[in-house]
């Protein structure tokens, strides 16, 4: 089953894509976890391509896989890391702030975590959530979670049972949206006049400064400028309030807009991360070709260090994000024979990364049970979720006895240790 289309033109605008393009190898669903090592070693395979258009400048993938087999069983849940409870934690009381006791939407409410903390902070929370898991998690910790894509009948439900919203917020949501004009205009209907759409995406900026490939996958169907989102959000009926740098998943913006009939003028601040990107090239497809450029010198300096280790060395990896399943398909990482990868998400535990097939176990599991039996000389660990790099290394004090070395290839390559 083929599962995924292939664009001719822009989804925003349908204009077209400059010729260059960054073309990575084909790729597993990064997020498609199996249950066996057989089923995970036969994943399907579909094109990893990022077009921009020549005429709004809206980056893009080229091929676009089905939604419901994106979104239907994923397996993310951002709760299990302290850094994101208390990046939500501190976004419900800006938001609170602003509206107090106010009536919110977050659509793509993952496991509730940013639903209890707006509930905790005297809002009204409701969720939507298109992953029956994940939903099922997040339910008690708000007012109510719809198991559902957000779509124009399930915002006339919303509108009619709970009035017009004051906020609509979405979270490392609107990369994953294939009809993003759709979502802006059903977000336009469910809040009231004055109201905020508030969402948080990955800046293609960091993409290209800290050369981040490995934040390309096929569930980030978007990757966000300042340059595309100002076109895309005033021709929509937005008036672009505000968009603050934060460091989430290695750096990111949050973009606020008002329900507005007024257009006020762009921010200082916010002009000065749009003159950063022109600089960058993100307003032509000149970053492409100097991106294709960095990422062959990186595939060379990661197998040379790679390669420098001694040969008895045992390595895992710690964190199965959706990136590390990228990196190591676009590296062959599967190669030096991880002998697992440490996850603290009890969905992930127990099932197999797609194509490479390695397991991923609990913390418990890989510091009593794989690690002893093994009895290694020389000990490595790769951490994947790089932009968590201080919060998991300090987890790794149980494994002092070994000669451990901690290892981050992105967004440079950094070692500490051997740690005894």
């Known amino acids: 089953m083929k599962n995924y289309r292939e664009l001719t033109c822009c989804r925003i605008c349908e204009g077209n894509f400059y010729p260059e393009a960054i073309r990575l190898k084909d790729s597993p669903l990064a997020n498609e976890l199996y249950l066996s090592k057989e089923e995970a070693l036969n994943a399907d395979l579909f094109p990893l391509e990022v ?3 020549e ?3 809206h980056i893009q993938l080229k091929h676009i896989v089905d939604p419901e ?8 849940a951002s709760g299990t890391s302290k850094t994101f409870r208390d990046h939500f934690t501190k976004l419900a009381k800006k938001l609170s702030d602003v509206v107090p006791s106010g009536l919110v939407l977050e659509v793509g409410s993952n496991d509730g975590t940013l639903l209890e903390a707006l509930t905790t902070h005297g809002m009204r929370a409701i969720g939507v959530e298109p992953s029956q898991q994940l939903a099922e998690i997040s339910k008690g910790k708000c007012e109510a979670v719809y198991t559902n894509f957000l779509d124009r009948q399930l915002s006339d439900f ?8 004051d906020f609509v917020v979405g979270n490392n949501v609107f990369a994953h949206i294939d009809d993003l004009v759709g979502a802006f205009k059903i ?4 809040l009231k006049q004055g109201g905020y759409l508030v969402f948080e995406v990955a800046h293609a900026l960091k993409l290209v400064e800290h050369q981040l490939f490995d934040t390309i996958y096929h569930e980030h169907m978007s990757y966000h400028t ?10 929509l009926g937005f008036n672009l309030t505000d968009v603050e740098e934060i460091e989430m998943h290695g750096g990111s913006i949050r973009v606020t807009c008002q329900k507005s009939a007024s257009q006020s003028e762009m921010l200082p601040e916010v002009k000065e991360i749009f003159r950063r990107e022109v600089l960058a090239g993100l307003d032509s497809s000149d970053w492409m070709k100097k991106f294709n450029t960095h990422l062959e010198q990186l595939s060379l300096e990661t197998k040379t260090a790679i390669q420098a280790e001694p040969i008895s060395t045992t390595w895992f990896g710690y964190g199965a994000p959706a990136k590390a399943v990228t990196f190591i398909n676009q590296f062959d990482l599967d190669q030096i024979g991880l ?13 197999f990364l797609p194509r490479s097939g390695i397991k991923v176990v609990s913390h418990a599991e890989m510091e009593s049970d794989l690690i002893p039996r093994l009895k290694p000389i020389n000990l490595n660990c790769v951490i994947f979720p790089w932009n968590l790099s201080a919060e998991i290394a300090s987890k790794l004090a149980g494994f002092s006895k070994y000669a451990l070395k901690v290892i981050w290839f992105l967004p440079k390559y950094k070692e500490v240790g051997p740690q005894k």
């Open 69 to 76: 087999r994106l979104f239907s069983n994923y397996v993310y």
């Open 51 to 53: 077009v921009e258009c």
């Open 158 to 165: 919303l509108v009619n049972e709970y009035g017009d919203f």
């Open 339 to 351: 002998i697992g990868i440490i996850d603290d998400n009890p969905g992930k535990q127990g099932k």
């Open 55 to 57: 005429s709004c400048k």
């Open 187 to 190: 977000a336009q209907t469910i």
């Open 226 to 235: 300042v340059i595309s989102l100002d076109i895309f959000i005033r021709k």
